[in-house]
């Protein structure tokens, strides 16, 4: 499955990696990826599509149960309630 290619119907990679580094900014993966992705738009290049498996690297929204949100302190709460929490950070 990490292989397969993904796309969504928009170009906010920049934003939604600046967001995702907020929650998990040890995440090296994540930082290389918004670093690539940020030479590619200074280019006029689409960052889309993506893979499952870079999305599960670095994409947060997609690993409420990692070990980053144990560190968080957020991993007492069910996985639901991470992601809404989240969401509200996201929308402040």
């Known amino acids: 499955y990490a292989l397969n290619r993904m796309a969504c119907g928009h170009e906010y990679t920049i934003t939604l990696l600046q967001q995702a580094i907020q929650f998990d900014p040890d995440n090296q993966e994540l930082r290389e990826w918004y670093a690539l ?3 590619k738009r200074r280019k006029g290049l689409c960052t889309v599509p993506s ?12 690993r409420l149960d990692s070990k980053w949100l144990l560190e968080a302190g957020k991993a007492d ?5 991470v992601y809404d929490q989240m969401m509200k950070q996201k929308a402040d």
């Open 51 to 62: 893979t499952l498996g870079t999305e599960f690297a670095t994409n947060p929204f997609l």
């Open 37 to 39: 992705n940020q030479r």
């Open 77 to 81: 709460l069910p996985s639901d309630k």
